[in-house]
């Protein structure tokens, strides 16, 4: 996995990329949560169940499919005032379905571990993409502050921390030049 902060990163670049519109607290903390929650299904190796096994790490809780479960959920319960199915909720929806689901494809640029479940429970093949750069990061907490963890921080900051930093400042720089050519 890239680490906890990389994923959580992706809902706020995304989030701040393509919308301007203000958005509580309480929403950037459920995106936030979506982002990372895949890999609670470490906990599963407590309870004896192996990496490559359907509930193990980087299975089905990693899969499109749970992306678009927790998504639905997520728009039902947290904007549950927006009229059902109207644009604007599909537009959450898909918002919280994206963030959701790039926890998974993100993994599967990672160098290490077994490949991520994806298409669970349709396919349960684990998936890698073709080019692997991001160095995968240490399971736990302890093992984050080694050289292994650092490194891994390093490379997540090359290939996807600096692209989407890039992209939110171009976006950025974009929305104010129309704006001023809009208000001359
Ligand atoms: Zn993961």
């Known amino acids: 996995m890239p680490t906890i902060f990389t994923h959580a990163f992706i809902p706020i670049a995304l989030g701040k990329t393509i919308s301007t519109e203000k958005r509580p607290l309480r929403f950037w903390l459920a995106a936030v949560l979506c982002s990372v929650v895949a890999d609670a299904d470490v906990i599963t190796f407590a309870f004896g169940i192996e990496y490559g ?3 193990g790490h980087r299975g089905f809780f990693h899969s499109l499919c749970f992306a678009f479960i927790l998504s639905m959920v997520m728009a039902l319960w947290e904007f ?3 009229k059902l199915f109207s644009k604007p909720w599909w537009k959450i929806w898909f918002f919280f379905f994206v ?16 490949g991520i479940a994806l298409l669970s429970p349709f396919d349960t093949t684990r998936y890698f993409a073709p080019w692997t750069p991001v160095m995968v990061s240490p399971i736990g907490a302890r093992s984050f ?3 292994w963890g650092l ?6 900051f090359l290939w996807i921390w600096m692209p989407l930093i890039i992209a939110l400042i171009i976006t950025k720089t974009y929305r104010r030049i129309r ?6």
């Not at 963030?99 to 077994?114: E, K, P, Q």
């Open 53 to 55: 096994d359907f509930l």
């Open 145 to 147: 502050f080694t050289p």
């Open 179 to 184: 704006k001023q050519v809009a208000t001359k």
């Open 99 to 114: 963030v959701t689901a790039s926890h998974g494809i993100l993994d599967t640029f990672t160098n290490g571990g077994l």
């Open 80 to 82: 549950r005032k927006l």
């Open 151 to 156: 490194a891994a921080l390093a490379s997540e």
